[in-house]
């Protein structure tokens, strides 16, 4: 079972992680999470080890039961401006920022991050399989970004959004050859440069 507290305070902690980072198109989500101290949910646990309904089930328990979450994102062009390591860690800023309950730790899944105010920060790698909160943060900033990645399938059905979610599987990478890119790719990714993509 993961842990349930960084430090066994009463401070605050908040939870953070993001998702899609590694994605060829579409926003990079980052969410923030609150969860109360004696929060308990044995199949809680790094969103990438749990499958779509386990996952939507956890995040109707999280946004009912923490204390406060929020989910923000930054855009492919903002990705293409600021690079994806920046879009990640203000997407993070932004959830943050929008808790109805200021946070006094932060506990960050990586081993990046940009400082946020004056709070106190731990990055910690593979965080999501360690803390309740930085799990909690991955299920719902996977789960709202492959929500919003299913709405632009519907008008993009060539490039598999559904099921891949932007992810540079075999089948994306083969629609972007045949078709180009979509408005919501990631223009500066490396990989449409090695696919000799007609931009």
Known sequence: MLKQRFIDDKKFEAGCDEAG????????????VILPTDFKNEILNDSKKLNEKTRKVLREIIEKDALAWSVASMTHDEIDEINILNASIFSMHKAIKNLNIQPQRLLIDGNRFKPYESIEYHTIVKGDGKYMAIAAASILAKTHRD???LKLD????????????????QKHREAISLYGITPFHRKTFRLFTQLKLKL
Not at 158 to 168: A, L, S
């Open 21 to 32: 980072r590694g994605c060829l198109a579409g926003p990079v989500y980052a969410a923030a």
């Open 154 to 169: 519907k008008e993009f059905p060539n490039y598999d959004w559904k099921n891949n979610k932007g992810y540079p599987t």
């Open 147 to 149: 929500e919003y990645m």
